[in-house]
């Protein structure tokens, strides 16, 4: 009697289609038929668990879900109109999407980082020693150099209380010790070599500026002998990159970030309210750098080395750069932290039994199991192992935007400066 009822059981266990959407390493097709991959080897034991049939078959037109035009597309799109039970891919669970389905507690959790062409490997250049600064910086240190020097030809020149001007009257000396512009040139010269040089200004506002320009090489050169260390430490073990985060790619504006169109990554950074992930969506709406799939974003990564990034989830970003031909990897920050789930229809009764499986599953090590069968078989894993261990000394370069307290602080000082000589002026001519 009960071998019977255990027979009728299985010959009744009910038969579900599942939509679903080809995604390294969650479902891939086998070369003889059929799908392989970690979300199929789970599906097959929450099955096992629940005690349901299924049917895997690929989404209509390729696409996660979104609503657009009072419309749910992709798989999303699928089992909300129920021509699909379950909902089977790498879908993020997010508050829009958990309003027309049923979302299964999370099977994994992940972040979203920068998927980015591997840097070049080559052995220091002439220009190794102008590495650790950006051209920028190097601009604007130049600018500030031209800029110091002309202001202390000015001083040197109508201040009254300068060696100029004092020369004939009280020191004979004066005349040598005068700024003019070849005496400036040299100060500035020398003292952003940390060489000093034998005369000083002789007026207050000379001196503000001199005082101005000591604080500005002093940061510069901390700044400078810090990076050129991590540069040399660095040598050969991580090539460097040209950025650090997202905000440095705002701001150099020569590197594209691609985001899949219509994706719930793009819409969380549009959503926020945190000042620079509203900047990273304008950005790159303004770009059109959109991409339609992760597979056409990864090729873009790949065509065009050092001007494309890809911005996507972390733990498929992890498995693309553990394939072949090696040339990717992840970098930077993480962004976010969001779940996957599996999803089926609303009020279908079916979410609670698929939280009951997933619990047990998770309680007895089998997604565990499954997540390292799937992530650590990767032909490239130990060299991105070894490379993790080097990131402990990196190097990056140096932009304007850290560095622009020195050039604030100057900037001040010569203003300052200015207003001093004035104030100098108007003095000698009351006092006279």
């Known amino acids: 009697m009960l071998l019977r009822t255990a027979r009728q059981t299985k010959m009744t266990a009910p038969n579900y289609t599942v939509t679903s959407i080809l995604s390294s390493p969650y479902v891939m097709k086998k070369d003889g038929g059929g799908y392989k991959g970690f979300l199929v080897d789970l599906l097959e034991k929450v099955a096992e668990e629940v005690g349901f049939k299924y049917n895997i078959r690929l989404c209509k037109d390729g696409k996660y879900g979104s609503y657009s035009n009072g419309y749910w597309n992709g798989m999303i ?3 909300v109109r129920r021509e699909a039970s379950i909902g089977l891919g790498d879908v993020t669970i997010t508050r829009e999407r958990d309003r027309v389905v049923d979302f299964s507690k999370p099977y994994q959790s992940q972040t979203l980082r920068l998927l980015v062409k591997k840097p070049s490997w080559h052995p220091p250049g002439l220009g190794f020693l102008l590495d650790p600064f950006s051209s920028e910086i190097w601009l604007s240190i130049l600018f500030a150099l031209l800029l110091v020097a002309i202001l202390f030809v000015v001083i040197g020149r109508f201040n009254p209380f300068e060696w100029r001007q004092v020369a004939s009257d ?9 700024f003019g512009l070849r005496e400036s040139f040299m100060f500035v010269f020398s003292t952003i070599t940390l060489q000093g040089y034998r005369e000083t200004p002789r007026s207050l506002a000379g001196r503000v500026l001199a005082v101005s320009w000591f604080i500005f090489v002093f940061f510069m050169v901390v700044a400078y002998i810090g990076a050129a260390t991590a540069f040399m430490l660095a040598g050969q073990s991580m090539p460097s990159m040209p950025f650090e985060d997202l905000e440095d790619i705002i701001d150099q504006k020569e590197i594209q970030i691609g985001m899949v169109r219509g994706g719930s990554s793009f819409q969380k950074f549009k959503d926020s309210k945190i000042g620079i992930y509203q900047r990273v969506a304008d950005y790159v709406e303004m770009q059109d750098s959109f991409v339609n799939s992760t597979k056409e974003g990864l090729e ?21 750069a553990q394939q072949l031909p090696c040339d990717v990897m992840v970098y930077g920050n993480s962004y976010f932290s969001m779940g996957l789930g599996l999803f089926t229809n609303q009020g279908s009764g079916l979410k609670q039994k698929i939280d009951d499986a997933l619990l047990r599953l998770r309680e007895d090590g089998t997604i565990h199991m499954l997540q390292q069968r799937w992530w650590e078989k990767g032909i490239c894993a130990p060299v991105n192992v070894a490379e993790k261990r080097q990131q402990t000394i990196t190097a990056s370069q140096t932009t304007l935007r850290k560095l622009a307290a020195p050039f604030l602080l100057l900037l001040i000082g010569a203003i300052l400066a200015v207003v001093v000589l004035v104030g100098e002026i108007v003095f000698r001519k009351l006092r006279q």
């Open 77 to 79: 799109g699928e089992v």
């Open 170 to 178: 009280k020191d004979p000396r004066g005349a040598r010790h005068s």
């Open 300 to 320: 873009k990564v790949r065509g065009r080395a050092g001007h494309f990034v890809m911005l996507m989830e972390s733990l498929r970003a992890d498995y693309i």
